[in-house]
């Protein structure tokens, strides 16, 4: 198994073992090293100390009586440690301890030479430098007598016994600290692991239930901040991608709802196409006079087809943000003076009148003259469609920057709840009762969207009975942009 391809917990697992291991396996070496050598150092200087008071309670002669052999036993018990005397050539002559078989025995003769010449040894005596000595010891040997006159030497030794003990306990301990650490590692590796792995293995599940359309799934943990922060992105895309699924289905609705309402406002006019050709070709209208109606009538329902089929075309252009306006100062009130005349005919069937209120002198608009022109005849052919024996009157002032244009009529109004539906493609109010309005429902919608398209606005006021506003405002020509103009041409 490669341990950096296995899983999480594996991982976890293994470095945290390693670094324990490691940790302790070091710190232990150089605790034990450093300890050895600090407990032989501090022992040694403790006994050399000690050897050098035994000596300053011998060095007064070369002799050893009673009374000094039993200071020397004294020392012994109070210095825990053995005390041996040699005299010059080697031989020791006094032990603190009477039952010593060591009385005779002789020092290692490079010892001799170095105390004989006034220096202390430190060594460990074994069998091998000492012979008769069954134990290891800390020995140290100072000089015997005074700075002038030497006797001799002392030694000084304690069992090194003691102190090896102290070191197999310590490597006991820092073998049960080891495996107390890997015990504890184990179970804290363990249990992050755990708890990483498991906010992950949840993120991952929604995430991959995300990934499958789900949009709605969202990650619940409260965890460590970056696991926290990986399941708020998460929660935050599938957000985005919730939101983006809704516009889609809501423009796929649109756009179904759209070619829809084009097929049933097409199939009209045609159905009624179909019956007058149907009556016209089977010969039942002997009548010139019903015959020629028919082709009018037929000429009327080509003309509402070229209509909306245009009407369509503006839309889809201004939906796809290809139509372009050829911007140029427009003469609003030669506008409106020419709608009205267009519309005076129809108005007159209907018993109403149209007037035109414009200040002399209006600033121009800048514009497209077609489209603005396109405005102006949708707003006032509604207002003539649904007004009967009354008024509209279309007026232009100057307001700021803009120049205000509003169609006014006394006609059939519109309720609140329709005025915000009104902006709406195919919208038509009660589209049963209002047989008479012939329209398809895109002037307003195609209005708005012109009137947008030239940075104006557009506004509705109405009350069912009374009658209906439409106030547009489009921006003036700008004389600051005019004398730039004017500029340039002299140049
Ligand atoms: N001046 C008005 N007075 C009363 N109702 C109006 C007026 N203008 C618009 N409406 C209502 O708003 C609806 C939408 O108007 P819009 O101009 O978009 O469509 P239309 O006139 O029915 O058809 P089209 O303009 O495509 O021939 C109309 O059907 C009508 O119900
Ligand atoms: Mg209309």
Redesign the pocket.
């Known amino acids: 198994m490669n341990i950096f391809t296995s899983n999480l917990f594996v991982r976890l697992l293994v470095s945290y073992l390693v670094t324990v291991l490691l940790g302790l396996g070091v710190s232990g070496l150089f605790m034990s090293f450093f300890t050895k050598e600090f407990i032989y150092e501090t022992k040694q200087e403790e006994l050399l100390r000690k050897a050098k008071q035994v000596n300053g309670a011998l060095q007064d002669s070369n002799r050893i009586d009673e009374g000094k052999l039993s200071l020397l036993s004294f020392l012994d018990r109070s210095f825990e440690a053995r005390i041996w005397v040699f005299n010059n050539n080697g031989e020791i002559i006094a032990t603190s301890m009477k039952d010593e078989v060591f009385i005779g025995k002789s020092i290692h003769p490079s010892i001799v030479d170095k105390v004989k010449n006034g220096k202390d040894v430190i060594q460990e005596l074994n069998s091998s430098t000492f012979e008769g000595l069954d134990k290891p010891m800390l020995s140290v040997v100072v000089p015997w007598g005074k700075q002038d006159e030497l006797y001799g030497g002392i030694v000084l030794h304690a069992p090194i016994e003691g102190i090896t003990e102290a070191f197999s306990n310590m490597r006991e301990t820092i073998l049960w600290a080891t495996l107390f650490g890997i015990l504890l590692s184990t179970v804290m590796v363990s249990y992050l692991s755990w708890s990483i792995s498991r906010p992950l293995k949840k993120i991952e599940r929604t995430a991959a239930e995300i990934g499958m359309g789900n949009y709605d799934r969202r990650v619940e943990i409260e965890s460590t901040a970056e696991i926290g922060d990986l399941a708020q992105t998460i929660n935050t895309l599938a957000e985005k991608l919730e939101a983006g699924e809704k516009e889609r289905r809501r423009l796929d609705q649109i756009r179904n709802d759209f070619f829809a309402n084009i097929s049933h406002e097409l199939r009209t006019p045609l159905t009624a196409m179909q019956g007058f050709l149907e009556a016209l070709q089977d010969g039942l209208i002997e009548d010139e006079d019903a015959r020629q109606r028919y082709y009018q009538a037929m000429y009327q329902e080509t003309m509402h087809l070229n ?1 909306m089929v245009n ?1 369509l075309m503006d839309l889809i252009k201004l939906e796809n943000h290809d139509l372009v306006l050829s911007r140029v100062p427009v003469d609003v009130e030669a506008l409106l003076q020419k709608v009205a005349w267009m519309f005076q005919q129809e108005a007159k069937q209907k018993k109403s009148r149209i007037m035109v209120q414009v200040p002399s002198s209006l600033p121009r608009v800048y514009g497209d003259r077609d489209r603005v022109f396109q405005i102006i005849q ?1 707003l006032v ?3 003539v ?3 009967e024996e009354g008024q509209v009157t279309l007026s232009a002032e100057e307001d700021g920057k803009y120049i205000k244009i509003m169609v006014r ?1 006394t ?4 309720s609140e709840d ?1 005025l915000t539906r ?1 902006w709406e493609r195919f ?4 589209r049963v009762r ?1 047989k008479k ?9 195609i ?1 708005k969207q012109l009137v947008e398209l030239h940075d104006g606005k557009i506004e509705v006021q ?1 009350e069912p009975g009374v009658g ?1 506003v ?1 106030t547009v405002w489009l921006p003036q020509i700008n004389k600051l942009d005019n004398s730039k103009t004017d500029k340039a041409i002299n140049f």
């Open positions: 209509r009407d949708n052919k509604n207002a469609k649904f007004t009529d006609g059939i109004g519109i329709d009104i919208f038509k109010v009660d209002t309005n012939d329209g398809t429902g895109l002037g307003l919608s209005v109405s209906t439409f």
